[in-house]
């Protein structure tokens, strides 16, 4: 037997020897409680409720199932690799999770099974015969206990990336806003789920804010901010680059200019409100404030940051150039996001919804971009804030 060989095995017997470890185990339940949440209970819910059809309904189940397993092994994946034992190295992390993929398959099986039971429920409920209920209820109950140790295992990583997370205090706060953020553009205009085309309600507004906020938001704050200390001469306050006055009055300013060049839309003759529907002015600014708060989190803190990062180390570009280039592309994906909006508007010619995207998004965006960039992240979304107070203001007036 050759030496590359008996190494080869040798390493296997080690990773075997250690087991999933803790990325594995969180991986391999988030993995199957993702799959029983989304094709097992969510499948039975909407089907009680009449919001979703029985036809082909393990078909669906089965389709749901393995895409919430697939989100949830990489979520569990992640969190359990930030979240391992103090002193245990990386690498003895991601073999752990390279054998979970392979212990997961089994149990996913098994998985796949309960949360087919679990979709059928309408149908034993129709069928009302003993032996249907009997399998949905014990399909259940497996179902509630594998998501308990889902919960109890990413609780546990939780805790141990939160302890080893530098920003803690920063990032709590800056993913409770986005939270707070993302309820209330939720609860004002609740979204449709994509692909089943169900608008949800009050109260799964305030799930799939919290689902965005720990799936996406969360996961996104911890890696802008760790990513903002690697980059020379960024920071979140501005404070290295001028004096907290400064940084407000140029943020206030900034914030009102912006808030007046976009004012002619809001008034004659193309009247674009700046309240939505049965939401109230009140509602209105929460909207506001709440959207732009999201904006700077996600399009700044975490985009041009992670767009400019990735330049800087992996493409050797001068910082300058890194900088043009990620407020460059957040505006671009800014402008996408916000033009389906802007069609709804309907203004007469497309010239006109051009220009309103112009005024609106794409020139508030570089600006932003370029506060985030030189006066940091506190003064971009000060200015964000700003705008959308003077806009509401001048347009009520």
Do not use: C
Not at 12 to 38: D, F
Not at 63 to 68: A, P, R
Not at 248 to 276: E, K, N
Not at 285 to 310: I, T
């Amino acid at each position: 037997m050759s030496t590359a060989l008996k190494d080869t095995e040798g390493r296997a017997g080690r990773v075997l020897a250690r087991g999933v470890g803790r990325a594995g185990k969180v991986a391999i339940s988030w993995s199957v409680a993702g799959g029983l949440l989304l094709g097992g209970f969510l499948v039975a819910a909407m089907t009680l409720a009449g919001r979703l059809s029985g036809n082909a309904l393990l078909l669906t189940s089965s389709g749901l199932f393995l895409i919430g397993a697939a989100l949830g092994f990489l979520h569990g994946a992640m969190l359990g690799f930030l979240g391992r034992p103090e002193g245990q190295k990386r690498g003895a992390a991601l073999s752990g999770l390279a054998l979970a993929i392979l212990y997961d398959v089994p149990v996913l099986l098994v998985g796949l099974v309960v949360s087919g039971w679990i979709a059928m429920t309408v149908v034993a409920v129709y069928m009302n015969r003993v032996a249907p209920m009997i399998g949905v209820v014990v399909a259940w109950a497996v179902g509630a206990v594998l998501v308990a140790v889902s919960v109890w295992q990413g609780w546990v990583a939780l805790k141990g990336a939160y302890a080893r997370w530098p920003e803690r205090r920063l990032g709590t706060v800056l993913t409770a806003g986005v939270f707070a953020a993302l309820l209330v553009l939720f609860l004002a205009e609740r979204p449709i789920i994509w692909g089943l085309q169900m608008q949800v309600t009050e109260v799964g507004a305030v799930l799939l804010a919290l689902a965005a906020t720990f799936w996406l938001a969360g996961p996104a704050v911890t890696a802008a901010l760790k990513m903002v200390r690697r980059i020379p001469g960024l920071s979140l306050s501005g404070s290295n680059v001028g004096s907290v006055p400064a940084n407000v009055g140029i943020g206030l300013v900034s914030g009102i200019l912006l808030g007046l060049i976009a004012l002619p839309f809001y008034g004659s003759p193309f009247g674009v409100p700046v309240t939505g529907a049965g939401i109230g002015p009140a509602g209105a600014l929460f909207q506001g404030l709440g959207q732009a708060l999201v904006n700077e989190v996600l399009l700044r803190l975490f985009l041009v940051s992670g767009l400019a990062w990735l330049l800087l180390r992996r493409m050797h570009v001068s910082r300058g150039m890194a900088a043009a280039a990620a407020v460059a592309i957040a505006t671009v994906v800014q402008v996408v996001l916000y033009t389906p909006a802007a069609l709804r508007i309907g203004f007469p010619t497309g010239l006109i919804t051009a220009a309103f995207l112009a005024v609106t998004v794409a020139v508030p965006a570089i600006v932003f971009g370029v506060l985030f960039w030189k006066r940091g992240f506190g003064t971009a979304l000060l200015a964000d804030a700003a705008a959308v107070i003077a806009l509401f203001l001048l347009a009520a007036v």
